[in-house]
């Protein structure tokens, strides 16, 4: 019931097809209609990639509160407030000059309303830490990442489509049923 081989931490290839994970609490599963590369299958975090590797397209389904790193002294704080995501997002860029942040129209994910904001950079940029991994997720120069955000037995959960900013658009509408087939299970 795992995505790969050997359980969380393996990387492996999916080809089209349903596909199941025990993370997410209860478990979760969606339905792919090609093929891509699995780099994290976590309790909180599954991340998918498909297309060139020096230029991935990426899909990733989050759950639970994204963490924010302070400096002095090194802390993790711990957000499931969106608004708040959004403003620490813009701030980690204050002298860019260009915008980071940008609200876009509101979407649903499975029978959930889903807020909707992009990020971009020209700089490559650290944005957050996941909820429970010891991983963080960054966005390099010239990507854009939108998150749907919504709320899953009362917890954020957030999906995360990053591509060259050129592509997202389509990116978007390619994993539209993905994100329209995924269903949370009972961990059976």
Known sequence: SELCPGGTGHTCRLSAGEHSSLGFGDGISFTLDGDWIVRANETDVISLESGVESNPSVLELITGALRFESSTPKTFHPVTDPTEVQRRLQALVMNDTHPIVSVRPGTTIGDAAALVFDVT??????????????HQSSLVSG?????LWSTRDGAPFIVAIE?????LDTLVEQVRPILDSLEFGDGD
Do not use: G, I, N
């Not at 990507?143 to 998150?147: C, G, L, N, P, V």
């Open 121 to 134: 950079t020209e700089h490559s940029l650290p944005l957050f830490w996941y909820p429970v991994t010891e």
């Open 143 to 147: 990507r854009t990442a939108r998150f």
């Open 163 to 167: 591509s060259d900013t050129r592509q």
